[in-house]
C-alpha cells in the first residue's frame, strides 16, 4: 500500500501529524492522551492497526509500536490477541494519576504524597553514600535481591511493624507498586479473580486489568471487608487472591480492627486464598498505637506475601520496598523479579537502610506523624465529616451528588486551581455513595490549609 493511501480511509484514530516532533512514540502517547481527555477516545475503542496507523502518518510502523507499548505500560490502552489494541475502560483515571499533568499553580490533593518538606532530612545520607569507597560494589547486577546488610536491615525494621520472616523471605523491590506487580506475575493467571474492597486502590485494578485479571469488589462497614460477603462470592466462583491494605484502606481510610482480621482469616484459611498486603501505612499506624493489630504476615505467614513501602515512611522518590513471602512461593518470586526489574537499585536501596540504621528514622517518623496530625485537625476545623477507623489517614473524603459525572466534578475545582479525585477512580462499578478523595500529606501545612478553604467554598456546588 503507497504513501497516504490512508489519508481519506476511516480510522477510528486520526492524530494530526503537524503535532508531532521528536521523539515521535512520545508525542503520539501525548495526542492519545488529550484526545481521551476531550473525549474524541472512548473506552473500548479499538486503535488503529501499527501498519494503518503508519501509512496514514508516513512514519515507520516500529515507531507506533512504540507509542502502543508505552500506552499499555501506562494503562491507556490493552490488548487482545487476534482483536488489536484498544483504549482502555480506566484509561482517563490513567492519564490523570500523575503529577506531571498538573500546572504548577494548581495545589495537587490527588496525588498521595508524604509531606516532601522532610527530605531535606535525607540528603546527609545520600550525599555520604555516594561518597563510601563501599558504593562501586552498589552498581553491579549482583544481589537482585538486595544486600545482605540490607536484608539484615529489613527484617529488622519489618519486626518493628509485627512482621517476621527469615532473610531468605525478604526481597528488596522498586516500591510496592513494583511489589504488586512482581507478585501478580508471580502468583496469578489471566482470568484469576482478585477480591478487593469496594473501594480500593486505583493502581492495583489497573495492574490486575493489565494481567487481564478480574477483580471482584466486596462490600464493607467501618471495621473493613464484610467476611460473609467475601465467603459468598467464594462459593459463587472460585477467586484466587484477595488485596487488603489493612492499616489504612486507600481511599476510604478505615483500618481493618483486630476481629475483622480474625473473620476474614477464617474465611481466607478456608477457600485457600493467597493473600496480598499492602501495608505502606503500617509505619504511622504502629507508631501512634499502644497495641498495634497483628498483620496478615503474622496471622497467615503461609499464604501472605506482605509489602511494606518506604516511598510513604523515608521519602517517595526513593523507590524501595520490602516484599516478604513465605518459602513455597520464593522461586516464583524471584523469577518474576528477574523479569521485571533485572534488580532494584542498590544505590537507592542502601541509602534506605542507612537512614533506617540512623536516628534520623525516628525523626522523620515523629515528623510525618505531626505533619499527619496537623493536616487532620485542619480537615476537621473546616468539614465536619467523621473521621475513619485509622485516626491519623493520609486522605480524607467528601461526599458529592451521584447525579453529576466524575469529570465534571474534577474538572470544576481544576478550574479553581485544586486537583481531586472523584471516588470512581477507585473501583470497577458504578457505586451509590460517591465522594471525592482529598491527599492531606501532599503539600506543606500552609498550602493545605489555602487548598481546604478553596474546596470548602466550592464543595457546596457538588452537595445536595
Not at 293 to 308: M, R
Amino acid at each position: 500500500m503507497s504513501i497516504n493511501s490512508y489519508e481519506n480511509y476511516p480510522l477510528t484514530w486520526r492524530p494530526d501529524k503537524k503535532k508531532l516532533h521528536r521523539p515521535i512514540y512520545q508525542s503520539l502517547i501525548k495526542q492519545l492522551e488529550a484526545d481521551i481527555l476531550s473525549n474524541k477516545l472512548q473506552k473500548n475503542t479499538r486503535l488503529p492497526s501499527q501498519r494503518e496507523l503508519a501509512d496514514f502518518l508516513d512514519i515507520n510502523f516500529t515507531t507506533v509500536g512504540q507509542a502502543y507499548k508505552l500506552g499499555l505500560e501506562k494503562g491507556l490502552l490493552y490488548t487482545s490477541i487476534g482483536s488489536g489494541t484498544f483504549v482502555s475502560p480506566n484509561a482517563f483515571t490513567s492519564i490523570t494519576i500523575s503529577s506531571d499533568q498538573v500546572p504548577d499553580h494548581v495545589i495537587d490533593f490527588g496525588l498521595v504524597s508524604s509531606f516532601d518538606e522532610c527530605n531535606e532530612m535525607i540528603t546527609p545520607f545520600i550525599q555520604a553514600v555516594s561518597q563510601n569507597h563501599a558504593t562501586n560494589g552498589l552498581l553491579s547486577y549482583r544481589e537482585p535481591l538486595g544486600t545482605t546488610y540490607q536484608l539484615t536491615i529489613a527484617k529488622k525494621w519489618l519486626e518493628t511493624q509485627g512482621v517476621y520472616a527469615s532473610r531468605e523471605q525478604i526481597a528488596i523491590v522498586s516500591g510496592v507498586q513494583n511489589g504488586l506487580a512482581i507478585t501478580l506475575a508471580a502468583l496469578f493467571s489471566p482470568g484469576d479473580r482478585l477480591a478487593v474492597d469496594r473501594y480500593t486502590y486505583s493502581n492495583f485494578i489497573e495492574l490486575a486489568q493489565l494481567y487481564h485479571m478480574e477483580i471482584v469488589p466486596i462490600d464493607f462497614d467501618a471495621e473493613g471487608m464484610l467476611p460473609e460477603l467475601l465467603e459468598q462470592e467464594c462459593r459463587k466462583k472460585a477467586i484466587h487472591g484477595i488485596f487488603l491494605m489493612p492499616s489504612c484502606n486507600n481511599p476510604i481510610g478505615f483500618q481493618l480492627s483486630a476481629k475483622r482480621r480474625q473473620q476474614l482469616k477464617e474465611v481466607i484459611t478456608k477457600q485457600q486464598l493467597i493473600v496480598i498486603e499492602d501495608d505502606i501505612h503500617s509505619f504511622l499506624t504502629t507508631y501512634n498505637q499502644k497495641t498495634p493489630i497483628p498483620s496478615f504476615q503474622q496471622l497467615l505467614p503461609e499464604q501472605t506475601i506482605y509489602l511494606a513501602g518506604m516511598t510513604k515512611f523515608i521519602c517517595a522518590g526513593m523507590r524501595v520496598a520490602f516484599l516478604v513471602f513465605p518459602d513455597k512461593y520464593k522461586q516464583n518470586i524471584q523469577q518474576a523479579i528477574f523479569n521485571i526489574n533485572v534488580k532494584t537499585s542498590s544505590l537507592d536501596a542502601e541509602i534506605v537502610t542507612q537512614i533506617l540504621c540512623s536516628e534520623t528514622a525516628q525523626d522523620i517518623l515523629e515528623t510525618k506523624s505531626s505533619y499527619t496530625k496537623q493536616a487532620n485537625e485542619r480537615f476537621d476545623t473546616l468539614f465536619n465529616v467523621p473521621r475513619p477507623t485509622n485516626p491519623l489517614p493520609f486522605y480524607r473524603n467528601l461526599p458529592v451528588r451521584n447525579d453529576l459525572s466524575p469529570k465534571t466534578i474534577e474538572q470544576a475545582f481544576l478550574n479553581k486551581g485544586i486537583r481531586v479525585y472523584h471516588s470512581h477512580r477507585f473501583t470497577t462499578q458504578p457505586q451509590h455513595d460517591p465522594f471525592i478523595r482529598i491527599a492531606l500529606s501532599s503539600n506543606p501545612l500552609e498550602v493545605l490549609t489555602k487548598g481546604l478553604e478553596i474546596v470548602k467554598k466550592e464543595i457546596v456546588y457538588f452537595q445536595r
